[in-house]
């Protein structure tokens, strides 16, 4: 059974970069008809697309945050990672990863991990 | 950027109502990459329906998803107590996707 599983600092100061990862069992991050993803909750509010990755290297941003995040594969971890520079407290969320499938079958999602910045 | 925008923003109703929630989008959107989610407090979004219509696993037969083009629709047929929350729409076949602004059900 598939399973996404969030990890990184809870914490980070404001201008440094948020570093995540998701570690994926269950599956591998090289099989096709799949793509990844990462997205944010800020605290009380919805649910916003970060960017998703495909194992070709084809990557898609939010255009909000395009200038700011990186999105990258590391096959020989079964993991994929997101990198977010020069935070602010507006970038305060629970950051979810997920597994999207390319034909009618279930998305995936991690349970999520806050990231707080603050100094 | 394909925006889907949710309504009502809230909606009051009583178990054992029907409810009814729209998701509209900009353009259109393949029925394949159309999902719902239940989010209550504190808890990580649920998967209700995926490819517009589709019941996710362990899903209950009250939840209905329809819909093509640009106008999709979410239906509880009869609220129980546990389906009071949030509901968001997403469509993730326009990368990176998008989500609805979410629907609020709440207890009338």
Redesign the interface.
Known sequence: QLQLQESGPGLVKPSETLSLTCTVSGGSVTSSGY?W?W?RQPPGE???????IYYSGGT????SLKSRVTISVDTSKNQFSLKVTSVAAADTA?Y?CAR?PQ?????S????TLVTVSS | ?IVLTQSPGTLSLSPGERATLSCRATQSVST??L?W?QQKPGQ??R?LI??AS?R??GIPDRFSGSGSGTDFTLTISRLEPEDFAVY?C?Q?GN????????TKLEIK
């Open positions: 793509y993803g997205i919805g649910l916003e697309s970060i960017g998703t898609y941003y939010n255009p629970v979810y999207y034909w009618i079958s279930q998305p999602w991690g349970q999520g | 950027e394949t990459y999902a989610y990580a979004p998967l995926y490819g589709s996710a696993t968001y997403q993730y990368s990176p996707g998008t989500f609805g602004q979410g």
